[in-house]
C-alpha cells in the first residue's frame, strides 16, 4: 500500500507538469496590476525603455563589482519612473527565455507600467513567435496597457539599451530568440508601432549603444523622431544615463534638443572620470540634418560602395573621408568627443558625429 506521503508525492509531479503546460499556452502573465485606470487619469507623456539583456550582459562597474543582464540600466528606469509624476513610463526588460523542465516555455521578460510617478502593472512575458517582426510582442503590450488612445497629444521619448543595432539580416541578436531579427530597418518599423498616427513622432530617440550614431541610422529615424542621442563609436559596455529625464517635470518647459543635452552632457561628465578610452556622443537634431537630408544620403551610399571597409570594426569619425562635408554635416550636430589617452587618434580633438566603418589600410 501506498502511505500519504508517496501518494502525495505522485499527484504533486502531474499538477506541476499541468501548471507548466497552461503557463506555457499564454505568452503573458499578469504579476500585479492595481485596477482600470479612472477616467479622469491623464498623463503629459510617455516614456518608453526597451532593456536588451538577452546576450553577453556581463560587465564591472567603476567598483569593480559585476553587473548582469543590464540590471543596473533596470534600477535607474525605474528610479526614474517613480520621478516622473505627470507621465507614463513603460520598462520592457527583454530577458532570455528559458524552459520549464526543458519543456515548457517560461516567461522570463518583463514590462514595468508606471503611472504618475506609480507601478500600476507588472507582466511577464515571452515571445511566442520565434520569428515575429522585432517588438511586435512589445508594441502589442504597450496598446493594452497604455491610459490614453489620444497619444498624438502627447510627448514620447523612446530609450533603448543594448548592443550595436547592426546592418544586415540582424539574426541570432537575441541569444534565446535568434530569428528574431534587428537591424536597422527592423528597430525603425517596430518602433513605428509605439506611434498612435502615422502622423505623430517621437520627441526624442536615445540609442544606448555602439556606433549608431551613423548617416544611415538617421536616415531610418529621421521620418519618426525629432531628436536622436546616440554615439558614433564605441561606448566601452557603458550606458547613457538618463536620469536627468526629470527635467520633464523640474522644467516642463524644457525642449527635446536641449533635455537630449543634458543627457549627453551628464554621461559624459561620468564616463570622463570612469574610462580612457574614446568617449563619443552626439545629439541629432534632425529639423535641422532634414535640410541637407539628400546630401548626406548621398554620402553614405557613395561610401557604401566602397569596397575597402572593415566591416569588423568599430566606427570611427566620417570626416577623414575626402568626401564628406564637414561644414554642412555638422549642421543640427552637437557633440562631446574625449579621444583614447593613448593610441594613433590620441591626439585628434574634434569629432564631427557621424561614425563609419573604418577603411582598410593598404
Keep these: 500500500m501506498f502511505n500519504s506521503c508517496s501518494v502525495s508525492k505522485i499527484l504533486i509531479w ?53 553587473v548582469r ?16 509624476e505627470s507621465g507614463e513610463v513603460f520598462i520592457f526588460y527583454q530577458r532570455p527565455e528559458k524552459k520549464f523542465l526543458g519543456l515548457f516555455p517560461r516567461k522570463k521578460s518583463r514590462l514595468y507600467h508606471y503611472r504618475n510617478g506609480e507601478l500600476t502593472s507588472r507582466v511577464n512575458f515571452r515571445h511566442s513567435d520565434k520569428d515575429e517582426d522585432f517588438l511586435t510582442t512589445e508594441a502589442r503590450l504597450f496598446d493594452q496597457y497604455r491610459v490614453s488612445e489620444d497619444v498624438e497629444s502627447q510627448r514620447q521619448y523612446f530609450l533603448y539599451f543594448g548592443h550595436e543595432i547592426p546592418e544586415g539580416d540582424g539574426k541570432k541578436y537575441h541569444r ?23 502622423e505623430q513622432r517621437f520627441d526624442l530617440v536615445v540609442l544606448s549603444t555602439c556606433n549608431n550614431g551613423t548617416p544611415e541610422m538617421a536616415e531610418k529615424l529621421m521620418p519618426l523622431s525629432d531628436v536622436l542621442l546616440a554615439s558614433p563609436q564605441n561606448l566601452h559596455l557603458s550606458h547613457i544615463d538618463s536620469e536627468n529625464l526629470d527635467l520633464l517635470e523640474r522644467e516642463p518647459e524644457i525642449t527635446t534638443v536641449q533635455l537630449a543635452h543634458s543627457m549627453a552632457d551628464q554621461t559624459y561628465r561620468r564616463l570622463e572620470t570612469e574610462i580612457e578610452t574614446t568617449i563619443t556622443l552626439a545629439v541629432y537634431n534632425f529639423k535641422v540634418v532634414e535640410e ?28 577623414g573621408v575626402d568626401f564628406f562635408d564637414d561644414d554642412m554635416f555638422g549642421n543640427g550636430v552637437k557633440t562631446w ?26
Design 292 to 319: 541637407y537630408k539628400e546630401e548626406l544620403q548621398a554620402f553614405s551610399r557613395r561610401y557604401g560602395a566602397l569596397d575597402k571597409r572593415s566591416f569588423f570594426s568599430d566606427k570611427v569619425d566620417c570626416n
Design 69 to 84: 543582464e543590464n540590471s543596473m540600466i533596470l534600477e535607474t528606469a525605474q528610479s526614474v519612473a517613480e520621478e516622473l
Design 176 to 198: 534565446t530568440n535568434p530569428d528574431i531579427a534587428v537591424n536597422r530597418e527592423s528597430f525603425a518599423a517596430g518602433i513605428q508601432n509605439f506611434l498612435g498616427t502615422e
Design 337 to 362: 568627443y574625449k579621444p583614447a589617452r593613448f593610441g594613433r587618434r590620441s591626439s585628434t580633438s574634434t569629432h564631427s558625429g557621424w561614425g563609419c566603418k573604418p577603411l582598410l589600410q593598404n
Design 14 to 66: 502531474p499538477a506541476i507538469i499541468m501548471s507548466g503546460i497552461l503557463a506555457g499556452c499564454s505568452s503573458t502573465s499578469e504579476l500585479f496590476r492595481e485596477g482600470p485606470a479612472d477616467e479622469s487619469d491623464s498623463v503629459d507623456y510617455s516614456v518608453i525603455y526597451y532593456i536588451h539583456a538577452d546576450s553577453d550582459y556581463l560587465y564591472h562597474d567603476a567598483d569593480g563589482d559585476p
